[in-house]
């Protein structure tokens, strides 16, 4: 007989001027309490899993760094939208800002960066903005975690610093456990 049921696991980070040199693992792919539970209550059947990740959100307010500007000038005359998008980013990579990397690892291969994403004072217009880190590991709506593989995030100076003062990046990741049970 099979069975089938899921369960839905977030988690958030806060990263602040207290905490923010210490690479975070958002979960850890062994973080699966669900399956633990029906291995216990059904010993004898093959319990099948899968953890895939629906969300990973950034919350930004950073304020010790001066205001980034978008640069309108540089954009006048431009009809291209790659051209344009290029051309922020550029902007931005060259604006002061932080950074924060999305690491990945299976195992005990060593970590790799996967994306990385600037982080800049948008002003008190804006004062906190959201960021989508899913796209750095996929362009599909999920992304599946294979067995022993871990995501982490980790502010790196960008030649600004870390976060001070009351700068703070929240994290909130939300996933999706799939389980199968065959008895």
């Given at each position: 007989?099979?069975?089938?049921?899921?369960?839905?696991?977030?988690?958030?980070?806060?990263?602040?001027?207290?905490?923010?040199?210490?690479?975070?693992?958002?979960?850890?792919?062994?973080?699966?309490?669900?399956?633990?539970?029906?291995?216990?209550?059904?010993?004898?059947?093959?319990v099948q899993s899968q953890l895939e990740i629906t969300q990973l959100d950034l919350r930004v307010k950073i304020s010790s760094i001066a205001e980034y500007t978008l640069p309108t000038t540089a954009l006048d005359g431009i009809s291209s939208p790659?051209?344009?998008?290029?051309?922020?980013?550029?902007?931005?990579?060259?604006?002061?800002?932080?950074?924060?990397?999305?690491?990945?690892?299976?195992s005990s291969n060593p970590q790799r960066v996967r994306g990385s994403l600037s982080l800049v004072n948008r002003g008190s217009s804006e004062l906190y903005y959201l960021e989508d880190l899913l796209t750095t590991l996929t362009t599909e709506i999920r992304y599946p975690l294979t067995e022993g593989e871990d995501i982490m995030l980790s502010l790196t100076d960008a030649g600004y610093g870390l976060l001070t003062g009351s700068d703070e990046v929240l994290f909130t990741g939300v996933f999706t456990h799939y389980l199968g049970i065959i008895e």
């Open positions: 007989m099979l069975t089938a049921t899921s369960e839905s696991l977030k988690t958030q980070i806060l990263f602040n001027s207290s905490n923010s040199s210490t690479p975070q693992t958002i979960l850890p792919s062994t973080a699966t309490p669900l399956k633990a539970s029906l291995e216990t209550k059904y010993p004898s059947a093959l790659v051209l344009i998008n290029k051309d922020l980013l550029v902007s931005l990579w060259n604006s002061p800002r932080k950074q924060i990397d999305v690491l990945h690892q299976i």
